[in-house]
């Protein structure tokens, strides 16, 4: 083990970015960095197979895994299980491309994974550094869950930037509550994919492939 961690991980542990505490969040196109994965999408992602470790979870997360990091603990520079299905919804902020290095190298280490990350096929992250082989293009747009600060947050932004342009501002959103602290955000500005890595790609085809389109690099 000693080996394998010299091998991955600096000597000297890099930090999180300071867009990925969720006490700063950073304002985005899409509103926020931090999107929580909705119980129709956990729902799939338990009918693959028990999920045994979330690395970019948060105090509102519905992800039932059997051990989740969260902020002070940093998942970026820990080594993730071998053993188990890891579910990777990480901050779509700047701390992205890092997040998906992450990724691809506990993959090629020996971890099965499932990653919710935006569809976005052009980037350095999606095509480098995650190198990305099978994936579902998630059909629509897809609906996360969120904090009602996170979603007033967002609709004061589009209002505020309604008054700019001299345009009719936004209607306001109906809150419906998904749990104690999370609600139904609005849909997602951008695409959404489910990418996997692992031995079970025919489970991941025959799982996932009625709700998208299936890509696999050939």
Sequence with gaps: MAETQGLLFPEVAIEYPAQMHPQHRVMLESGSEHWCTGRDVLQLIQEFDEIGFDPFSNP??????????????????????????????????????DCAEKIAMEAKRGCEIIALVPARVDTEWWNVKMGVNLWLAWRGRMKFLETVAALKARHDDQVEKAAALGVKPPVRPRV?????????????????????????????????RDYGTIWSKT
């Design 60 to 97: 509102h997360s519905l992800v039932p895994a059997r051990r989740s990091v969260m902020l002070p603990e940093n998942s970026l520079v820990i080594p993730w299980p071998t053993d188990c299905l890891v579910y990777a919804n990480p901050p779509y902020g700047d701390a992205l491309p």
């Design 176 to 208: 419906k509550m998904v749990g104690e602290h999370l609600c139904e955000g609005q849909s997602a500005t951008f695409a959404s994919a489910l990418v996997y890595f692992g031995p079970r790609q025919h489970r991941f085809i025959k799982t996932f």
